[in-house]
């Protein structure tokens, strides 16, 4: 596609249960980013990839979080064991690797935990 | 922890009045330095970009920013609004000391009243 995609837009889930948030970034863009964005809030970076390096996961802010990233392309932000502060606006960016690029972002995937 | 301040979390502003948006952020190393913006119900988008030289930067829509080493600030001007930039802004930095983690401000909602 033309850009950045994120599905499902929206997702209504149980507390105490998985879910598991897709990104599909632009062709040929080798980083990618996840980022929560909570109301009121700013843009919380959770996870980076670049190619085949090791991701940077400083951002996540639980144990319950991990992201994966398959054949450099489409990535899944996995969340375990839902709590109610998850709830959030969980957004996918990508960008070329080059000093200064600019991040195109998804839509988003608005999580509720009931 | 470097961090990004975006002081004001609003700013109603009448039709073709100017508008200032503050950013400040924490840290004394080299930065890049980008403002985005969000219109209502789309994506973030890049508004501009400081990279390096003129510490003047103009940007889409009429929107510049300048850059201030001393203050470590990069506040967003522009010198007669519409009602069409009512949006959400967010300002990022880029540090140099923390590989390619972009930090956002909390943003600043912009009201254009007409």
């Known amino acids: 596609g033309a850009g950045v995609s994120q599905s499902p837009s929206n997702k209504v889930t149980e507390k105490g249960k998985d879910v598991e948030l897709r990104c599909d970034p632009i062709?040929?863009?080798?980083?990618l980013y996840w980022y929560r964005q909570s109301l009121g809030q700013g843009l919380e970076f959770l996870i980076y990839?670049?190619?085949?390096?090791?991701?940077?996961k400083s951002g996540l802010p639980s144990d319950r979080f991990s992201a994966e990233r398959t054949g450099g392309s489409v990535s899944t932000l996995t969340i375990q064991r839902t709590q109610q502060e998850d709830s959030a606006v969980y957004l996918c960016?990508?960008?070329?690797?080059?000093?200064?690029?600019?991040?195109?972002f998804g839509s988003g995937t608005q999580l509720s935990v009931l | 922890a470097q961090s990004v301040t975006q002081l004001d979390s609003q700013v109603p502003v009448f039709e073709e009045a100017p508008v200032e948006l503050r950013c400040n952020y924490s840290?004394?190393?080299?930065?890049?330095l980008f403002w985005y913006v969000q219109y209502p119900n789309q994506g973030l988008q890049l508004l501009l970009k400081?990279?390096?030289?003129?510490?003047l930067v103009k940007g889409i829509n009429g929107f510049e920013a300048e850059f201030n080493k001393s203050q470590t600030s990069f506040h967003l001007r522009k010198p007669s609004v519409h009602i069409s930039d009512t949006a959400e802004y967010f300002c990022?930095?880029?540090?140099?000391?923390?590989?390619?983690?972009?930090?956002f401000g909390g943003g600043t909602r912009l009201m254009v009243k007409p």
């Open positions: 990839f670049q190619g085949n390096s090791a991701p940077d």
């Open positions: 062709s040929g863009h080798t980083a």
């Open positions: 400081y990279l390096s030289g003129s510490t």
């Open positions: 990022a930095v880029r540090f140099n000391n923390a590989g390619n983690m972009l930090t």
């Open positions: 840290s004394s190393v080299s930065v890049y």
């Open positions: 960016a990508s960008s070329l690797n080059r000093v200064g690029e600019k991040l195109f």
